[in-house]
């Protein structure tokens, strides 16, 4: 027989096998498969996968954060006045939270008329001791901008006290006549490229009570010195006497030439003030340097708003990484655990039935 | 041509999400494969088994079918295919106990002529045989052969031509 009559037989054969049993038999068995298999049938199936290695990802994660809370609080923060009575601290990291813009428009003084006034020429008058602490932020070179400081300060007949220079930030301290400050302070704005000058602290104290204990000092030792000329114009002493008496009046004399110095230059102090300049290098948007930024005006509100966005999506994208990191690591150990698991609760079920 | 339809695109993609569309595409296609995959085992059961394999199969990776110009039945019968070759690993030698029921044998004569039939069938490559009776018991044609066992449609003609020479030298 021809191999293809046969398979033409062989079909009419098949053909009329009765399959409605096998059929319905099988229909059923999908219908309860169909319950079983229900979640593969998802593009996305395989992220089922995931839920348990995410899961504990997610606690260690947590845990993790939960652990390190303790250094992530620290802060930078600026204490703004010496007297630790009246110590008031502001973030520096967040001028929203009372930082600069604050220090800014405040002037911080302790009461002027508790340290007392001195007389002098029959007036009272009062010594005040003025510091201040500038800051700018400069697009231009860090070292150069320091520079142009120091020419400055020294045009204003400064005393420069130290200078210090860092990557992204340099430090410039000088005493400036009083006088001059309103001129040190245009300059300087020249070298703020960004218009971020601000005025960090500003600081006076009075110090006249120093000058007054130094005059009721300088008082005792006159009188004891016209007393000592007294005695020395006296015709009745030794040789030995008019020495010792000699030598007194040149301690004493030395003694009101120091105090007299120490008083001129306190007085002197109320013409000058300790200045500190924080100049700061200008940091790219992209860095999250967003505090550098005067929200105070639209454009710096939104660059200010726009990097604070930048900052915070960085780091929450730093802290997914993280946490993905840290749900591999997981996986590595629980996925080939949840697929032996499986295994054997299949073959426990297939036992059963 | 194949005394088959094909069947809509549209219960496919419901059957991805709905069982009744399933259990439509089921019915559709069960009793080829049951009659295809019987003609290979001559049991039963075991087609039965193997059919129902097959469309365990279909249900878990139909999110991946997409509908193309090739006929759904050239994908399940992959699928099909798959499970027959590794059912064949395993028992290379099927049995012929039950051909006379099966296939409705009365005589002694025609018992031994189907026995000699089934016997230089299993004689020739797994691919052939599979080829021989896509053909000739399932009626597909041959371009959907060749996407069924993913070769071109010439070389599915040639490889039918001498396949069946072969067969007719056995017997």
């Known amino acids: 027989m021809n191999p293809e009559d046969q398979f033409n037989t062989l079909r009419e054969r098949v053909s009329q096998i009765d399959t409605t049993t096998s059929r319905a038999r099988i229909e059923r068995n999908l219908r309860e498969a169909w319950e079983q298999h229900r979640a593969p049938r998802s593009r996305f199936a395989w992220t089922r996968f995931l839920v348990a290695p995410l899961s504990i990802g997610a606690l260690s994660f947590a845990t993790m954060l939960m652990t390190s809370t303790s250094q992530l609080n620290y802060e930078p923060q600026a204490i703004l006045t010496t007297d630790s009575s009246q110590t008031t601290s502001y973030s520096l990291v967040d001028p929203t939270v009372g930082g600069s813009d604050v220090a800014e428009k405040s002037v911080i003084t302790n009461n002027l008329f508790d340290g007392g006034t001195y007389t002098e020429n029959g007036e009272q008058k009062s010594v005040l001791s003025s510091r201040a602490s500038l800051s700018i932020t400069t697009k231009s070179d860090l070292l150069s901008g320091i520079q142009s400081l120091r020419s400055y300060a020294e045009a204003h007949n400064g005393v420069i006290s130290s200078i210090s220079a860092y990557t992204s930030y340099g430090s410039f301290e000088a005493i400036l006549p009083l006088s001059e400050l309103q001129g040190f302070e245009a300059q300087l704005k020249s070298l703020d490229t960004t218009h971020s000058f601000k005025t960090l602290t500003y600081y006076v104290e009075n110090i006249s009570a120093q000058v007054s204990r130094l005059d009721d000092s300088l008082k005792t030792l006159r009188s004891k010195l016209d007393s000592t000329n007294t005695q020395l114009n006296s015709t009745a002493l030794s040789a030995s006497e008019r020495t010792q008496l000699e030598e007194q009046k040149t301690s004493l004399q030395n003694n009101i030439d120091e105090a007299s110095t120490e008083r001129a230059d306190i007085v002197a102090t109320g013409e000058t003030i300790d200045l500190s300049v924080t100049i700061n290098a200008f940091q790219s948007f992209w860095s999250g340097y967003y505090y550098q930024y005067d929200h105070s005006t639209l454009w710096g509100t939104i660059q200010y708003e726009s990097c604070k966005a930048v900052h915070t999506l960085i780091t929450s994208a730093s802290g997914i990484i993280t946490f993905f990191i840290w749900c591999v690591v997981y996986s590595v150990i629980l996925i080939p655990l949840y697929y032996a698991g499986r295994k054997v609760v299949r073959k426990i079920k297939v036992g059963k039935r | ?171």
């Open chain 2, 1 to 171: 041509m194949s005394s088959y339809q094909d069947i809509d695109p549209q219960i496919i993609e419901r059957a991805k999400h709905d069982q009744e569309a399933f259990i439509q595409l089921f019915q559709h296609y069960a009793d080829r494969t049951l009659r295809f995959l019987l003609v290979h085992t001559r049991d039963k059961q075991l087609a039965e088994d193997l059919t129902q394999e097959t469309f365990i199969t279909v249900m878990k990776k139909l999110y991946t079918y997409r509908v193309t110009d090739a006929p759904f039945s050239s994908w399940l019968f992959q699928i099909a295919l798959n499970h027959l070759r590794s059912y064949m690993r395993v028992k290379s030698h099927r049995s012929t106990e039950n051909i006379d029921q099966l296939f409705h044998l009365s005589t002694r004569a025609d018992h031994t002529q189907w026995i000699d039939f089934f016997s230089a069938l299993e004689r020739l490559h797994p691919d052939d045989q599979f080829l021989l009776t896509l053909k000739y018991i399932d009626d597909m044609p041959n371009t959907e052969i060749a996407t069924t066992l993913g070769i071109s449609p010439n070389a599915c003609a040639v490889r039918i031509h001498r396949a069946l020479n072969e067969l007719h030298t056995y017997l």
